[in-house]
T-cell receptor
Framework: DSGVTQTPKHLITATGQRVTLRCSPR?????VYWYQQSLDQGLQFLIQ???????AKGNILERFSAQQFPDLHSELNLSSLELGDSALYFC??????????????FGQGTRLTVV | GQNIDQPTEMTATEGAIVQINCTYQ??????LFWYQQHAGEAPTFLSY????GLEEKGRFSSFLSRSKGYSYLLLKELQMKDSASYLC??????????FGAGTTVTVRA
C-alpha cells in the first residue's frame, strides 16, 4: 500500500458526461501529480499541484481541470467525455522538498470507461 | 519540455541479466527514477539517481551520466516475476516528473 488513495477504482460513463476523480496523497506529501495511461501507452503527465498551487502542466485538454484543496487532496475533473478519454488515471504524490529523496508514490488508479 | 527515450521491448531468459537504457533531454534536471509497472497496476518505485554513478539495490542497479543524458537499469538474476514494464522518469524544475513510454521486459523460462 503506497498510502495514496484514489476513488473510485472503476467508473463507466457515457460520452458527453462529466466525472470527478479524487486523490488523497500520502500523509505529509505536498505535491500531487495526475497522469493518464491509455491502453498499452506510457504515463502521460497531465498536471501537478504543490501545496494548493498549480506547478506544472502537461498535455492536459481544456475539457480537463484539476485542483488541490487546503487539506491537500486533489480532484481531476473530466468533462464532455469522449470515447478516447477511456484510460487509467493515476495520481501520485511526493514530498517535493529540496535535499530529500522524493520519489513519487502512486495510487492504484481509476479506470475510466467511456461508452 | 522533456524528451525521454527507451527501447520498447526486451526479452531475456530466466537467470540472465538485462540492461535497459534511457536517454533524456531536459532543462533543470533534478533526478532520474526507475519504476516497475505490471499490466493494469500502479507503478512502483525501483531506484533513484541524482548524481553520476551506480546505485545498487539487491538485484537491481541503476546508473546515471548527467553529462550524457543517459541512464540504465540493470536487472540481474532475472525471475519470471520480473516480466513487466520498466519506466524511466526524469524530474525537472519544480519537481515535475515526466515518464518515458516504458520498456516491456519478457522473461522466458
Amino acid at each position: 500500500d503506497s498510502g495514496v488513495t484514489q476513488t473510485p477504482k472503476h467508473l463507466i460513463t457515457a460520452t458527453g458526461q462529466r466525472v470527478t476523480l479524487r486523490c488523497s496523497p500520502r500523509s505529509g506529501d505536498l505535491s500531487v501529480y495526475w497522469y493518464q495511461q491509455s491502453l498499452d501507452q506510457g504515463l502521460q503527465f497531465l498536471i501537478q499541484y504543490y501545496n494548493g498551487e498549480e506547478r506544472a502542466k502537461g498535455n492536459i485538454l481544456e475539457r480537463f481541470s484539476a485542483q488541490q484543496f487546503p487539506d491537500l487532496h486533489s480532484e481531476l475533473n473530466l468533462s464532455s467525455l469522449e470515447l478516447g478519454d477511456s484510460a487509467l488515471y493515476f495520481c501520485a504524490s511526493s514530498v517535493a522538498r529540496t535535499g530529500v529523496n522524493t520519489e513519487a508514490f502512486f495510487g492504484q488508479g481509476t479506470r475510466l470507461t467511456v461508452v | 519540455g522533456q524528451n525521454i527515450d527507451q527501447p520498447t521491448e526486451m526479452t531475456a531468459t530466466e537467470g540472465a541479466i538485462v540492461q535497459i537504457n534511457c536517454t533524456y533531454q531536459t532543462s533543470g534536471f533534478n533526478g532520474l527514477f526507475w519504476y516497475q509497472q505490471h499490466a493494469g497496476e500502479a507503478p512502483t518505485f525501483l531506484s533513484y539517481n541524482v548524481l553520476d554513478g551506480l546505485e545498487e539495490k539487491g538485484r537491481f542497479s541503476s546508473f546515471l551520466s548527467r553529462s550524457k543524458g543517459y541512464s540504465y537499469l540493470l536487472l540481474k538474476e532475472l525471475q519470471m516475476k520480473d516480466s513487466a514494464s520498466y519506466l524511466c522518469a526524469v524530474r525537472s524544475r519544480w519537481y515535475k516528473l515526466s515518464f518515458g513510454a516504458g520498456t516491456t521486459v519478457t522473461v522466458r523460462a
